[in-house]
């Protein structure tokens, strides 16, 4: 409940670090396309 | 001076939430990184290319009256704070010593060490008794002294770092941290242990890798295009003396500290620590400590977590970068980008206590017309207060997300002329860089979302 109530102040602070999730995921990806590739 | 140095004042009318603004400077950052790949080809600071500057600037500007001069001033003020702290009213906001400490000290010498390069290595106090002392010994005993111990290469920049440490708790641990008598004792303190240092080691060696403010402050001079060497002014090139740090065993702790500091002293406002603070402070009451005790002691907990985090979040970025090939350890690549974080520490300093230097700092010009926080008027400057209408609150954000793209930038281009020497493929070289630039972006977030807080 205390954690619906406060969502908006904790989605702000999440919303900061939305870019590293982004670069982080984008590496994942470039990195699992990349060993798939040598893979094959 | 809390509410002033955390410019706890609402920005009203910014044109964009606020947390968008770390998502534009993430794009900054992406920019640069695609621009750093495809026009930065070679590696262009490795190479410290310096020019003396004209003889008659540097008979001026550097000679031995000057350093004697500047040395008398650095003690003088040392002195002062001892004396003030000591003897003067308890006041924090009335008495000379914790102004002058946290604010002139602290932060007004960062800026003048990116200005005027390594100003602290003038004034150093410690440096110049440490100088004067064996000067006369020499001169008794007629003869050089025994050689000092050399000094251990595994301690490195290790007492650096736990110095920084330790102040950082002063500051933003120990609840009477600012009260006066707190700020000259612990002068005093750390003025012995520097001494025992300089005893053991040398004047020299203990300042250039032991002694934390000297260290601190050297760091950020090698961001500065003026350098004084072997007793001359030169310029070099904008960013190439960073590239020329040599990094020794604790460098990379010390940079965790100094970024971690400033980490731990925005989160402490943010709801995250105020909710988990009191039960850290619970258990430590839990085991038989006084409430005021326990407090502190969550906070250092506090402060220690965020230093090992930025550590660990660095480790993990060269970690990424490490897998991407180049036959690095660990230890080794975290040591060759170490210097990337020093633009990052300048930047969250700046940014974190613009308003505190802004404001505050103007406290120093009636303090010290008053150091005892008596009555007295010595320059005739006691009547005089802060400007608050200074620096506005919107100026002042935009500000600190200028300060916190621009050093990030930095340190994106410090990391990529790096890559670029240490690599032997270019494709390696680049690839390391994606790691690098998740780092930036990292700390960027962050420091943002540090800032914001300060505005909830």
Known sequence: MVLIAHAGHWLTSIAYFVPVLAFLAWLGVTQFIERRDRGR | ?456
Do not use: C
């Open chain 2, 1 to 456: 001076m809390t509410l002033i140095a955390h410019g706890l004042v609402v920005r009203s009318d910014l044109p964009i939430p606020e947390w968008l603004f770390g998502w534009a400077a993430a794009m900054v950052l992406f920019v640069s990184f695609v621009a750093l790949a495809s026009l930065w080809p070679e590696p262009k600071l490795q190479e410290e290319r310096r020019r003396p500057l004209p003889d008659r600037v540097n008979r001026v500007l550097s000679n031995r009256v000057d350093d004697v001069l500047a040395g008398g001033i650095g003690v003088f003020l040392l002195g002062v704070v001892m004396w003030s702290g000591f003897k003067g009213t308890q006041s924090s906001t009335a008495n000379f010593a914790p102004t002058f400490v946290y604010v002139i000290f602290w932060l007004a010498l960062v800026p003048a060490s990116i200005l005027f390069g390594d100003v602290f290595r003038a004034f150093n106090p410690w440096r110049a008794i440490g100088r004067v002392v064996a000067w006369v010994a020499r001169t008794a005993a007629r003869t050089d002294l025994p050689a000092p111990l050399p000094y251990p290469e595994r301690l490195g920049n290790w007492p650096a770092a736990a110095g920084i440490f330790a102040f950082a708790a002063l500051e933003l641990v120990y609840s009477e941290g600012s009260k006066p008598e707190t700020v000259a004792t612990a002068t005093l303190v750390y003025s012995a242990v520097t001494f025992v240092g300089m005893a053991l080691y040398g004047v020299e060696s203990w300042i250039n890798r032991g002694e934390a403010f000297s260290v601190y402050f050297n760091l950020f001079s090698r961001l500065s295009a003026v350098e004084r060497r072997d007793g001359q002014l030169g310029l070099r090139r904008p960013l190439s003396g960073l590239p020329a740090l040599r990094p020794v065993a604790g460098t990379v702790a010390l940079l965790a500290v100094m970024i971690g500091a400033v980490t731990f002293d925005g989160a402490a406002e943010a709801s995250l620590w105020t909710n988990i603070a009191p039960h850290i402070a619970e258990f430590f009451r839990n085991v038989g400590l006084s409430p005021r005790d326990a407090l502190e002691l969550a906070f250092l907990v506090g402060l220690f977590a965020s230093v090992l985090l930025v550590a660990a979040f660095y480790q993990l970025g060269v970690a990424g970068a490490r897998s991407v090939g180049g036959g690095f350890t660990q230890e080794n690549l975290s040591r060759l980008f170490v210097h990337t974080l020093v633009p990052i520490a300048l930047v969250y300093v700046a940014a974190h206590y613009l308003t505190l230097l802004v404001f505050q700092g103007q406290a120093v010009v009636f303090l010290a017309s008053d150091p005892l926080g008596d009555g007295s008027n010595i320059f005739g400057t006691a009547g005089r207060s802060i400007d608050h209408s200074a620096l506005g609150s919107n100026a002042t954000w935009y500000l600190q997300v200028a300060f916190v793209v621009t050093g990030h930038v930095i340190a994106l281009t410090l990391a990529h002329d790096r890559a670029l020497a240490i690599y032997e493929k270019p494709r390696e070289a680049v690839r390391s860089q994606y790691w690098m630039l998740v780092i930036m972006v990292g700390f960027t977030s962050l420091a943002l979302w540090l800032l914001s807080q300060s505005n909830q």
